[in-house]
C-alpha cells in the first residue's frame, strides 16, 4: 500500500516538474551551467523526460524502465542544481542559499524512492 501512495506521489511530482518546464521555462534555462550547449533544448527534453517518465512509472508494463529513465535523469540535471546552489538563487523564486544546497540531497532521496517503487522487485517467500 505505501509503494503504491508513494508511486503515485511520484508520478505527480515529474508530472507536474515536467510540464513547469513548458509553463515557466525561464527558470530553467537559467539553471543550466554556461559549458552546457542549447540551454532551452535541454531545459524541453528534461521537461518531457519527467513527463514521460512520471506516466512510464504509473503503467507496470513500463514501470522498471521508465525508474532507470528517471535516475538517469537525476543524475543528468545534478549539474544544473549544483550550479543553482552555487549562484545561491533561483530565477524566479525567493528560495534560500540553504534551501538550493538542501535540494542536492533530495535528489538521492528521490531515486532511491523512484527505485523503490518502479525498479526493485518484489520479494516472494519462500515455504
Keep these: 500500500m505505501l509503494k503504491t501512495v508513494l508511486r503515485c506521489i511520484l508520478v505527480v511530482f515529474f508530472v507536474l516538474a515536467g510540464m513547469n518546464h513548458f509553463r515557466v521555462p525561464a527558470t530553467y534555462v537559467a539553471m543550466m551551467p554556461p559549458w552546457l550547449p542549447w540551454p532551452s533544448g535541454l531545459s524541453a527534453i528534461a521537461g518531457i523526460a519527467e513527463i514521460l517518465g512520471g506516466i512510464g512509472i504509473f503503467l507496470p508494463q513500463t514501470r522498471r524502465v521508465a525508474g532507470w529513465g528517471l535516475i538517469a535523469l537525476l543524475a543528468a ?6 550550479h543553482v546552489a552555487l549562484m545561491g538563487h533561483m530565477e524566479g523564486f525567493s528560495f ?14 528521490l531515486a532511491a ?13 519462500e515455504i
Design 77 to 82: 540535471v545534478f549539474p544544473a542544481n549544483v
Design 113 to 125: 524512492g523512484v527505485s523503490w517503487v518502479a525498479i526493485a522487485r518484489e520479494a516472494r517467500l
Design 96 to 109: 534560500s542559499a540553504a534551501v538550493l544546497w538542501l535540494r542536492l540531497p533530495f535528489q538521492a532521496v
